[in-house]
């Protein structure tokens, strides 16, 4: 380590909540979803240990996948402007990933003598220890304290304080379905002092070919990414799924409003899944459900906050009005 990293090095802190309990939750998951009927599902979170969160990397640099380049324009021309508006001093990001988007707002709330303290919260590690080292040295006095958790049972963790932004963005909270999603946002409402603000990523309703392409490239890295799953219950729990003989399917729902993923198995097969107790019988061309991807409007985004007692005070979208990024506060 050089003399640097080690002085960046006392300015990290990261906390693991995933220590213990991890693959006792993974199996109930597993297996909860694995024995639905009609639709058998598997859990999203999945996606990301080190390799998938690569290639969610290479995901977000595909000329089809849209909204990781929209956020980046709305973000890069008014992070000045969400710091301002927010007051914040504090940033504390939601399945942060790499970052590489919040840099836009660091560094803005550096230039504004605003920045005390970065909370990425993310259930992979890589990506958290990374850039943790990278922006400490970026940034010095920056402290970055990480927590590696599941964002939707371990936020209570969170270290205190006030003026804190909670960023939450790539449109992740459209990977919630309708009820997980209005529970979130009022469990996070509730952690929210008067001060604090929240920042939201939400991809926008649009022309159902760009939307599906944007889930299912010609290069193949989403149907790649997509059956990371499958590797991913193979390795955990011993799973015996030939990942080779499944198909990456995506479909926008327009009822639903959401990009629907998913794989198909070409086999009639019998499944082994010993870490969950299970045994999964698939018939030749049945579907598993992996992820959904909500579309919003500005109206219903608007409405949903409200609904959490959060209140709109600005929305943005980039000049093609493909993405949109609110900011809300505490309703009174
Ligand atoms: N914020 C980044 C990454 C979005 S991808 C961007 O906008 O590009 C979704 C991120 O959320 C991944 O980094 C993934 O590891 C993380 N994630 C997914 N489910 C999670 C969960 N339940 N708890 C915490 N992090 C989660
Ligand atoms: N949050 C991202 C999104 O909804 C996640 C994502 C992008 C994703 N591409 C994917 C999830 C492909 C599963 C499969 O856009």
């Avoid at 399945?95 to 707002?105: C, D, F, M, Y």
Wanted: net charge negative; hydrophobic share 40%.
């Amino acid at each position: 380590m050089t003399g640097a990293g080690a002085v960046a090095e006392a300015r990290i802190r990261i906390d693991d909540r995933l220590d213990g309990s991890a693959s006792d939750d993974l199996a109930v998951e597993v297996r909860d979803g694995l024995t639905k009927s009609p639709l058998k599902e598997l859990p999203p979170k999945l996606f990301y240990d080190a390799y998938g969160s690569d290639l969610f990397e290479q995901i977000t640099q595909l000329p089809e996948y849209y909204p990781t380049r929209c956020e980046r324009s709305i973000l890069n021309r008014r992070a000045p402007e969400i710091v301002a508006a927010s007051g914040a001093e504090e940033l504390i990001e939601l399945g942060s990933g790499s970052a590489s988007k919040t840099r836009a707002l660091l560094f803005a709330m550096a230039g504004a003598d605003a920045l005390r303290r970065y909370v990425p919260v993310d259930v992979s590690a890589a990506p958290v220890e990374r850039c943790a080292e990278e922006l400490c040295e970026t940034y010095p006095g920056l402290e970055v304290h990480g927590l590696i958790g599941d964002f939707q049972h371990d936020l209570v963790h969170l270290p205190g304080g006030e003026r804190r932004l909670f960023a939450f963005l790539g449109g992740t909270i459209g990977n919630f379905f309708p009820v997980d999603r209005v529970e979130f946002l009022a469990d996070l409402r509730e952690l929210m002092g008067p001060g604090d603000r929240l920042l939201l990523g939400t991809d926008l309703v649009k022309d159902v070919r760009v939307l599906e392409a944007a889930y299912d490239d010609s290069a193949g890295v989403t149907a790649e990414f997509n059956r990371n799953v499958l590797r991913v219950i193979n390795r955990e729990l011993g799973a015996g799924f030939r990942i080779d003989r499944f198909d990456h399917r995506a479909f926008y729902d327009e009822r639903e409003s959401w990009i629907e993923m998913r794989l198909r198995s070409l086999d009639d097969v019998v499944v082994p899944v010993p870490g969950a107790g299970i045994e999964v019988p698939l018939e030749a061309g049945e579907e598993i459900r992996t992820e959904i991807s909500t579309k919003f409007t500005a109206a219903r985004v608007e409405h949903e906050l409200g609904e959490a007692g959060l209140r709109l005070k600005r929305f943005w979208t980039d000049d093609a009005g493909m993405f949109g990024l609110s900011l809300s506060a505490p309703a009174g």
